[in-house]
Structure formats: C-alpha cells, structure tokens
C-alpha cells in the first residue's frame, strides 16, 4: 500500500496506540514483573530490615534492694538519654525500678531481669542464666560515678572541680580539607543508581530489538508498515518503552526513599531525594539517547538468533557507563572528562553530585549535551531503522541501511 493510500489519521493518537500496545505486551510479560517486583522486594529489606533487627530500646526491670537506690536511679537516667545527649560508649536502655528486700526475692519474680545490691563501695548485679550487656554498662557507669562522687566529697571537692577531675573537655578538632558528612556512601548510592542504569537500559533495550526482530520474522512489521509511518512505529516503540522503564526507576527510587522514610532515616533521604531527581532527568535524556539504536539493532537481524551479534555493541555502550562509574570514583580529570561524554554523563555527572564535587552548572550543560547527542542519534536512528526494518530475507548492513534510508 502506498504512503497515499493510507488511512488518515492523527499521528499523536497512532503513536500512543503503538507505546500503548508495547505497554500492554510488556505488563502482561511475567519476566518483567518478577524483576520489578524482586527490585521492589530488594529495596525494601535493604531499607527495612536493619532497622527491624536493630529492634529499638531494650527493655528491663531491675530489683533495687536498699542501699542502691542511688546508682539505680543514675543508670536508669543514663540509658533513658536521648541520642544527642548520650555519650557514644552508653548504650540505650528502658529501665524500670522495684523495691525488693533481697536477690532471691526479686529473681523469684519472673518480671525482673536483674537485681542490684551495694554494699559501700562494692556493687552486685544478680541474674539468672544471663546479664544483658546494656544493663551491666550502665550500672558499671552508675556505680563508677557514685563512688567518685564519694571520695571526691570525702576529700572536699566541689561539683565543678569533681567535673574537671571527671570529664575533661575534648581537645578541638580541626580539619583543613574536612570531607563531607555522609549518612551513606556515596560509592553505594553511585553503585545502586549505575545498576538500576544498567539492568533498565539493559533489559527495555534488549525487548526494544526483540519485537523489531520478532515482528520481521513474522512478517508483521510489513502490515504495521502498510498502515503507520515506519518513523511513527519506531517513535511509539520507543516512547512505550521509554515509559514503561521511567515508571519503573521511579518506582523503585521512591520504595527507597519511603523505606527510609519509615524508618526514620531522614539524613538518607536528605542526600539521596535530591540527587535521584537528577539521576531520574539524566536516565530519561540517557535511555532515549539509546532507544533507537537498540531498535536499529532489531532491524538488523533478520531472526532472532541474530540478536546477540547485533547488539553486541549496544551491550557495550551500556556496560561502559556503569563500569566508568562504578571504578572511576576520585574526582580526577578523567573523572570530570567522562561526567560530560555524552555516553557516561548520564552516570558519572550524578555521581559527582553525589560525592559533592560537581559545581551546580555543571549537570546542566551535561545535560545540554546528551540532549544534542540524542537529537543527533534519533534521526540517526530512525534513518538507519527506515532503511533496514522491511529486510526481512537477510541480515542488514549499516552502510545499505543508510542508503535505504534515505527515501523511506
């Protein structure tokens, strides 16, 4: 049928019927579900679990017997402390007070978990099978701060100079080129963004050139062409595709960040929310950059055992970016070079934001340059698919595909 012969219709509306018919084969494809839901399952034990095995503030009751109702009282303070307040080498801890007159009366509760005796400078803290570590160190502490108090008092010694003699200030500590202050490192955060880059482009690439090849090979691609533009076909590849790996990234970021969220880790959230935004806006500019070469790589091949040859190179210009920014993390001149080529921008420009040594212009002009690159690879890209997706006989060849091209 002739490009004249065609039934009329609004392009907008074909090319969202073709992204909206990849959607659909792709949602219903059992592959790509069990992946996005292992990464959802993935992100969500990484964040989660720590703090599910970290199990919050224990919990004790201890027996007081007369006489120790002092170091009792200053442990339980001790360990009731916020995180701001406590000292590193005190561990947190709930701890309830009772009454009782001996050990064995208050180890024959079944409620108490230890049970604290002093007899003048001499402390005993009585248990059954076991001694929770937090309470001993902080009865340790407790006790320790009583009998100072003792002798300093015995020696005649006020509160200030027993604080002296106690807790000395810390010397000041002064940096020159002090590093930023991380809640997680940035070389996870970059290894994490450069695999999602990786398995996405990767994997909506690889399906991309699979329903090209597929559709050759059953001659399909012969009808569609009768009735839609080949370049409005390749645009709603794409942009079905290109909607369906956004979705997904987005998806699992946002799992990450309400983890973390719910876990109350707010510093995570603070440095990563920022940078994913960029990460995400650099995976758009980045997949589409390649999005039409992988379906070029389809339409070389004229079945499907053809494929691994044909995008062997595109394979290639995927694992670069993630290799350069897993390994490339010094801020060095190769490092600044490859955060601008257009190739591994997309990867290492948000990796030096995240290491906080990209100036704020900088991801815009990366930015500016893969979006000139894609332009250039998309008309590139479709010329090239124009040329060789009706070549259904034999596998394609770059140069007759460019030449093909030209009129289609």
Not at 369 to 394: E, F, H
Request: proline share 5%.
């Amino acid at each position: 049928m002739s490009a004249a012969a065609r039934p009329t219709a609004n392009r907008s509306d074909l090319v969202r019927t073709i992204a909206g018919r990849e959607i659909s084969v792709k949602l219903h494809d059992k592959g790509f579900i069990a992946s996005t839901v292992v990464f959802l399952v993935v992100i969500v034990v990484a964040t989660v679990l720590p703090a599910l095995l970290e199990g919050g503030t224990p919990s004790y009751t201890v027996g007081v017997t007369q006489g120790a109702q002092s170091e009792a009282e200053v442990a339980q303070r001790l360990g009731g402390l916020n995180n701001d307040e406590r000292p590193s080498d005190i561990p947190a801890a709930d701890i309830t007070l009772v009454d009782v007159a001996s050990v064995e009366e208050g180890l024959a509760d079944q409620d108490v978990d230890a049970v604290l005796t002093v007899d003048g400078q001499n402390a005993m803290l009585s248990g059954r099978d076991s001694m929770p570590d937090e309470l001993l160190t902080l009865v340790t502490v407790a006790h320790a701060q009583s009998v100072i108090g003792a002798v300093a008092t015995e020696a005649g010694l006020d509160a200030d100079q027993l604080a002296t003699l106690t807790s000395p200030p810390a010397p000041q500590v002064v940096l020159a080129d002090p590093p930023p202050d991380f809640a997680v490192p940035p070389q996870l955060v970059i290894i994490v963004f450069g695999f999602l880059f990786y398995f996405s482009v990767l994997t909506f690439g690889m399906s991309i050139a699979q329903s090209v090849v597929e559709e050759k090979q059953s001659r399909v691609v012969e009808l569609l062409v009768a009735a839609v533009p080949i370049r409005w076909l390749l645009s709603g590849k794409v942009l079905g595709n290109a909607v369906l790996a956004i979705s997904q990234v987005a998806i699992i970021i946002g799992a990450g960040l309400i983890g973390a969220s719910v876990t109350g880790a707010s510093d995570v959230i603070g440095q990563v929310a920022g940078v994913s935004g960029w990460f995400l806006a650099f995976f758009v500019v980045g997949f589409l950059m390649l999005a039409c070469l992988w379906a070029v790589a389809g339409s070389m091949a004229s079945r499907i055992e053809d494929l691994q040859s044909t995008t062997l190179y595109m394979q290639i210009a995927v694992m670069v970016p993630f290799f350069a920014a897993v390994l490339i993390q010094d801020d060095g001149p190769l490092q600044r070079f490859l955060s601008y080529f257009p190739l591994t921008a997309p990867l290492l420009m948000p990796a030096r934001m995240i290491q906080g040594t990209a100036a704020g212009w900088e991801p815009w002009i990366a930015m500016a340059l893969v979006l000139l690159t894609a332009a250039i690879l998309i008309v590139v890209g479709a010329r090239l698919y124009a040329g060789s997706v009706l070549n259904t006989s034999k596998r394609s060849h770059l140069r007759s595909a460019w030449a093909q091209g030209a009129g289609a």
